[in-house]
């Protein structure tokens, strides 16, 4: 069973920094890719970087230049370092991997910027 825990979410001051994990379990991520996504309130949630199997990184243009997503192969976990953080950034920030087809969340990690 696929299981996505996150964590690393907080309080933050614009400007400042965060780093979220996600750890897997119930699948490699060297074989599925991974993803963080976000929700901010009354929006829908939206992608914000992923990471293929191969390693390869996209970004959307939401927080493209201000986060990077890594991974940890061997610990099974993928990380999204934020930088330069806006109020508008403020959400709840949700691991995700898709398996066969199969999408699966994580709980979520609440992230507030504060102006």
């Known amino acids: 069973q696929v299981q996505l825990v996150e964590s690393g979410g907080g309080l933050v001051h614009a400007g400042g920094s965060l780093r979220l994990s996600c750890v897997a379990s119930?699948?490699?991520?060297?074989?599925?890719?991974m993803g963080w996504y976000r929700q901010a309130p009354g929006k829908q949630r939206e992608w914000v970087a992923v990471?293929?199997?191969?390693?390869?990184?996209f970004y959307s243009d939401s927080m493209k230049g201000r986060c990077t997503i890594s991974r940890d192969t061997t610990k099974n976990m993928i990380f999204l370092q934020m930088d330069s953080l806006e109020p508008e950034d403020t959400a709840v920030y949700y691991c995700?991997?898709?398996?066969?087809?199969?999408?699966?969340w994580g709980q979520g990690t609440q992230v507030t910027v504060s102006s």
């Open positions: 119930g699948m490699s991520i060297n074989v599925w890719g």
């Open positions: 990471m293929n199997s191969l390693g390869r990184a």
């Open positions: 995700n991997t898709a398996v066969d087809g199969t999408n699966f």
